[in-house]
């Protein structure tokens, strides 16, 4: 609902020449976690016309920005990527810059995150290394992805983020936005289900690709509060105050933490070199078993060869000659000529 909208004229305040909203869905209760769950909760969801609601989060970190003429917030950076902990505290990150070139448009009548074509496209190949390849990705218009399991099967969705620093943001902070926040699973059949990630594909054909939307699911994990200015009345004008949610489920952030660079999560990771006490040393092992064996078999087929040629030697003793010829058959074990060539050896 852009500042032009008639809706606006009956919530105008007339000293300040300004109308207030803000936003702030929720998600739908389950029996079990209330993690990877599609859908609102229309009774609970905060949405406020004429003023903001916004008494928990005042003194709480938020990100405070203009718009730019048509009601969309430019962007300086857009980036995907995750926070490395110890302990529960983050010492490092790591993102790769998807751009900047597309400006923000905020939008509950969107489910999920749009994303410009060539911006989904190198998304998607970045979370085929979140995912170790089993993602598949729709590129047709609102495409989504899809994993074969639930949700929690893949811990990379809980450890990645986007995050977005917007152009004429005034009090230095940036937003971290959870990948989590927009998977939900699926029931396919009784007992199993996939998970779905409503990243959503926008063809560069469309006029809408031409902004990232962020949806109704953007607003489940933060509140928005915000100000149409008509002080202008030719040129009404537009801000908008992000906080993380009340209900925050995932993790989102608002703030200005710098982070040291950690590890690249996008490069596959080699091998391990087996340590010398492991791997190496039981390799060492098998080769002197290996020696042994070789050796007592030739040790022991020379005993055998002995023997056979000492055999072969008595039989040939028993020969008796008189007057230069062969007596009887004494000549029955002499050896043949080929177990002669062998003796010889």
Do not use: H
């Amino acid at each position: 609902m852009g500042p032009s909208s008639f809706i606006w004229e009956g919530f105008v305040n007339p000293d300040s020449r300004r109308s207030v909203y803000s936003l702030s869905l929720a998600r739908l209760q389950t029996s079990g976690s209330p993690r990877f769950v599609d859908g609102v909760n229309q009774v609970s969801t905060n949405i406020t016309l004429g003023s903001a609601n916004d008494e928990w989060y005042q003194g709480k970190p938020n990100a405070l920005m203009t718009s730019l003429s048509n009601y969309s917030y430019g962007v300086d950076n857009f980036t995907f990527g995750r926070i490395y902990e110890e302990n529960g505290v983050a010492t490092s990150e790591y993102f790769y810059a998807l751009g900047n070139t597309y400006p923000v448009t905020f939008s509950t009548n969107f489910k999920g995150l749009g994303l410009p074509a060539n911006i989904y496209s190198e998304f998607v190949s970045l979370l085929e290394y979140v995912t170790f390849g089993d993602v598949e990705c729709d590129n047709t218009i609102d495409g989504i992805c899809t994993l074969p399991a639930p949700c929690a099967n893949y811990t990379g969705l809980t450890e990645f983020d986007f995050k977005v620093s917007f152009t004429n943001e005034v009090n230095g902070n940036y937003v971290r936005v959870p990948l989590a926040a927009f998977a939900y699973n699926k029931l396919v059949t009784l007992g199993v289900e996939t998970c779905n990630i409503d990243v959503n594909y926008l063809p560069s054909s469309n006029s809408q690709s031409q902004d990232i939307i962020m949806g109704g699911k953007f607003f489940q994990e933060f509140f928005g509060v915000f100000i149409n200015d008509y002080n202008d009345p030719a040129n009404p004008d537009q801000a908008a105050q992000i906080y993380v949610n009340e209900n925050a489920e995932y993790g989102g952030y608002v703030g200005n933490v710098v982070l040291p660079t950690g590890v690249n999560p996008f490069v596959p990771t080699p091998p391990t070199p087996p340590s010398p006490n492991s791997t190496s040393g039981l390799a060492t092992v098998w080769i002197i078993v290996i020696c042994v064996v070789v050796a007592a078999l030739l040790g022991f087929l020379g005993f055998l060869l002995y023997r056979y040629k000492m055999a072969a030697v008595g039989r040939g003793t028993q020969v008796v000659y008189t007057d230069g010829k062969q007596i009887n058959a004494s000549g029955a074990n002499e050896p043949s000529a080929d177990e002669r060539r062998l003796l010889d050896v």
